[in-house]
């Protein structure tokens, strides 16, 4: 059985590849609405993450070899019911995010073909196309799988770093002003950027997910977890400064692939091209590895008897592929709906109502954590009462910065799962 799980640094890319290629190569433009105040954002929510990332570690510390990451430790702290909340809400937040790689996938690209976004219908072909690949891919063992993340994620990293390592040489100063041009007050403007960079780290508990698929889970996922989010925020960090440096507010507002764009102001047109390829490879990387978490979620809670079974049904490689069959017909139904937007509308839609879905999720394996620890330990410490309490604040904080209208579309389609949960369900 141990021939069959996946080790360190499978464990570690998919953490990073969930990561890098959810959000990044699309967020410099819709940052750009609000100036270089959002570099702010990314700093608050890259210490978020962080927190997020220790908490996660800690989970699966005391609760190793389980299936479904968040969902399993919100059981052990809560029980049945928000438990299923979360597992519901954190899968509208995996086939929401997935829908939005796939946008972020076909605005890259256009880099090749121009004619993409000129024509919507075959932009969504595009989209649904590799959504199905990788629905397929998935259907085949989990090493498979976690090999094409290893792959991917090294492909991608390298365009991404040099664009930020060698793209600071080239930043004008003058592009950072005015430093906020949203019209909200600077508080506001900070809350809403780090709601949308916030995104980018969603996957930070991927590692957690497939636990009971990991070799020596209680130590591999915690260091797993902190190496790739720490790598993931330096990646980020370095090369959003870069971007927002190089290229003027008003292009990058417009851009369909801001990586690439920063890349031919330094190297030129070719190079240009190189960028994009990489991007296009980041984006499939990480539809690779949320389509898998995608699966594991529902059949987690199948499993146990919190979910209906057909999640749960297996094929012979032990991939849930009915449950990941139903997951990628919902993503690419929003996907396709949200292309009556423009590209940048469509897919910072769908990065706010993903992240707002998986905050729930992540408030309450917070919380399950203190939990956790007061029933085995009897006793919790200062310095985790504090972990936990700034993580507490952090999700709230962001959820607020969600806003109205997508507060109001997360608890609808949160309050769309009560009755199943009731008659389909509940015996």
Known sequence: MSSKKIGFWSSTSLVVG???GSGVFLLPASLAAFGSISLLGWLFSSLGAILLAVVFGKLAR??????????????LGFGDFPAYL????????IWATNAAIAVAFVGYL???????????????????????IFTWINSKPIRTVALIQIITTIF???PIFLVGFIGIAYINSENFYPINISGESNFSAITSTTTLTLFAFLGMESATVSSKFTKDASTTIRKSTMMGTLVTVIVYILSSVAIMGIVPQEILAKSSAPFADAAGVFWG????????????????????????IQGQIPMAASSDNLFPKIFGKVNSNNSPILGIILSSILASILMSLNYSKSLID????MMKLSTLSVLTPYLLSTLSLMIIIWKTEGKISLGKLILI?????????????????IVCWGLLLLAVGIPFYFKLVKK
């Open 346 to 349: 469509a897919f910072t839609f």
């Open 389 to 405: 309490s700034s993580c507490v604040v952090f999700c709230v904080w962001v959820i607020i910065g969600c806003g109205l209208e």
């Open 86 to 93: 979360v597992a519901w809400g954190y899968w509208i937040s």
């Open 62 to 75: 005391v609760a190793p070899n389980t299936i479904g990451g968040p969902y399993a430790y919100t059981r």
């Open 110 to 132: 256009n880099v090749f073909f121009p004619v993409i976004l000129e024509y919507k219908p075959l932009a969504i072909c595009l989209g649904l196309g590799v959504i199905w």
């Open 18 to 20: 969930n990561m890098i």
């Open 156 to 158: 991608k990293i390298l």
């Open 269 to 292: 047109e070719a190079a240009k091209y190189v960028v994009a390829g990489g991007a296009v490879v980041a984006t499939l990387g990480a539809l690779n590895g949320w389509i898998l």
